[in-house]
């Protein structure tokens, strides 16, 4: 069984910084892209930043300059540094990863729980 768990959110103030970490764990025989998505209350569920095995990236035009996606192959593990966070970014950040369990096997979409990120004075 394959678990995603996802730690670093809390409340910040305007301007401040966060880094959001998601350590994926179980029967994994290769992660190909992991990826950040967040939800603010009313909204739907956006893409924040992804990042293949490779290490190609892709942003939301929102976060581009200010977030910074990266990864451990070795760890299982992806991050997103957030810097000058604004309002516009609290919301519930869920991270993903497209993963196969096994050689030649299907790829399959896992999730965490979601961290909140509140930015507020």
């Known amino acids: 069984q394959v678990q995603l768990v996802e730690s670093g959110g809390g409340l910040v103030q305007p301007g401040g910084s966060l880094r959001l970490s998601c350590a994926a764990s179980?029967?994994?025989?290769?992660?190909?892209?992991m990826g950040w998505y967040r939800q603010a209350p009313g909204k739907q569920r956006e893409l924040v930043a992804t990042i293949t095995s490779d290490r190609n990236t892709n942003y939301a035009d929102s976060v581009k300059g200010r977030f910074t996606i990266s990864r451990d192959n070795a760890e299982n593990t992806v991050y997103l540094q957030m810097n000058s966070l604004n309002s516009d970014d609290t919301a519930v950040y869920y991270c993903?990863?497209?993963?196969?369990?096994?050689?030649?096997?299907?790829?399959?979409?896992?999730w965490g729980q979601g961290t909140q990120v509140t930015v507020s004075s």
């Open positions: 993903n990863a497209d993963l196969s369990v096994r050689t030649a096997g299907p790829t399959f979409r896992y």
């Open positions: 179980g029967s994994i025989f290769h992660i190909y892209v």
